[in-house]
Nanobody
Framework: VQLQASGGGMVQAGDSLRLSCAASGLAFSSYAMGWFRQAPGKERESVAGIRWSSGSTDVADSVKGRFTVSRDNAKSTVYLQMNSLKPEDTAVYFC?????????????????WGQGTLVTVSS
């Protein structure tokens, strides 16, 4: 199983980025997907999650109204659209797959993890 996250980079406050996570080696449509992030010196935190059917999504309060999670099961890819980025969004972003219809905010609930992609937002 591989989860390949991409799309990170260095941007200015107010800019947008779209992260992608391409999955292989698993029945993607049978997995809920999550996005997490970890800033330097901080614990990993949940950012967003999406059910395997794309029927339900959740985002953390800290990014609500700015970040949107979506998936394309035909492409085995999950996305994180990030708008109005802030310096406090600076972190390594990880995608994760959970063998369940329902996503979770807990890291331990996920079965597979991507390698992470760095997002740096300057003020």
């Amino acid at each position: 199983v591989q989860l390949q996250a991409s799309g990170g980079g260095m941007v200015q406050a107010g800019d947008s980025l779209r992260l992608s996570c391409a999955a292989s080696g698993l029945a993607f449509s049978s997995y809920a997907m999550g996005w997490f992030r970890q800033a330097p010196g901080k614990e990993r935190e949940s950012v967003a999650g999406i059910r395997w059917s794309s029927g339900s999504t959740d985002v953390a309060d800290s990014v609500k109204g700015r970040f949107t999670v979506s998936r394309d099961n035909a492409k085995s890819t999950v996305y994180l659209q990030m708008n109005s980025l802030k310096p406090e969004d600076t972190a390594v972003y990880f995608c994760a797959a959970r063998r369940s219809f329902l996503h979770s905010t807990k890291s331990d609930d996920y079965d597979y993890w991507g390698q992470g992609t760095l997002v740096t937002v300057s003020s």
